[in-house]
């Protein structure tokens, strides 16, 4: 069966500071993956999405970058975190040809 | 280009009690839909999806929502709620095909059942 993992599930950060999280996908090939961030009173907005190794689209202008270096890895990434970075954020999934996406359990980010 | 509205952001109701949380869409191409629920600082399940045929759709948790495309309506419902049916509810919507079929969501409505 097809399992996510997503880490770290809390972490907290100096403004100023790098951003590394990592998602992982197991028992499926090729998936498109998904970057989310929710913030509170405002869903879950798109960041980026991957549909193959090395291919990222951006939703959004921000601080954030992403990367798929391997095939079911999709990793979020900063240079130098900013405070409106923090939120919950989330991997997803989505096996191509295929409706639904599954998601990860989370990574609560705070900046301080 | 599609979006998503939820127009309750809270819905408190009492156990066993019926409860209907609004979704609206806008597409300007054919769409699945899809309800989600997010217990606290937990990721996303899915609840049930609509794709296409009877316009009820039964989902887990003795949920289910009725599409509606003359209103761009997909409302979910149940019956009778429990205590454990407190979370966050999400309607989404995307693509049948192209842009990666990445969903886009609603802000979500917080259904609180109270005793």
């Known amino acids: 069966s097809q399992t996510i993992h997503q880490w770290p599930a809390t972490l907290v950060q100096p403004v100023g500071s790098p951003l590394s999280l990592e998602c992982t996908v197991e028992?499926?090939?090729?998936?498109?993956l998904y970057w989310y961030r929710q913030a509170a009173g405002r869903g879950l907005q798109l960041l980026f999405y991957?549909?193959?190794?090395?291919?990222i689209s951006s939703e959004v202008p921000q601080n954030l970058s992403a990367s798929r270096p391997q095939d079911r890895q999709f990793i979020l990434s900063s240079k130098k975190l900013l405070l409106s970075d923090s939120g919950f954020y989330l991997c997803?999934?989505?096996?191509?040809?295929?409706?639904?996406?599954?998601f990860g359990q989370g990574t609560r980010l705070t900046v301080v | 280009a599609q979006s998503v509205t939820q127009l309750d952001s809270q819905v408190p109701v009492f156990e066993e009690a019926p409860v209907e949380l609004r979704c609206n869409y806008s597409?300007?191409?054919?769409?699945?839909l899809f309800w989600y629920v997010q217990y606290p600082n937990q990721g996303l399940q899915l609840l049930l999806k609509y794709l296409s045929g009877s316009t009820l759709v039964k989902g887990i948790n003795g949920f289910e929502a009725e599409f509606n495309k003359s209103q761009t309506s997909f409302h979910l419902r149940k019956p009778s709620v429990h205590i454990s049916d407190t979370a966050e509810y999400f309607c989404a919507v995307g693509p049948l095909t192209g842009g990666g079929n990445k969903l886009t969501f609603g802000t979500g409505t917080q259904l609180k059942v109270e005793l």
């Open positions: 028992g499926t090939s090729n998936p498109n």
């Open positions: 597409s300007s191409v054919s769409v699945y």
């Open positions: 997803a999934w989505k096996v191509k040809g295929l409706t639904e996406a599954f």
């Open positions: 991957s549909v193959g190794i090395g291919q």
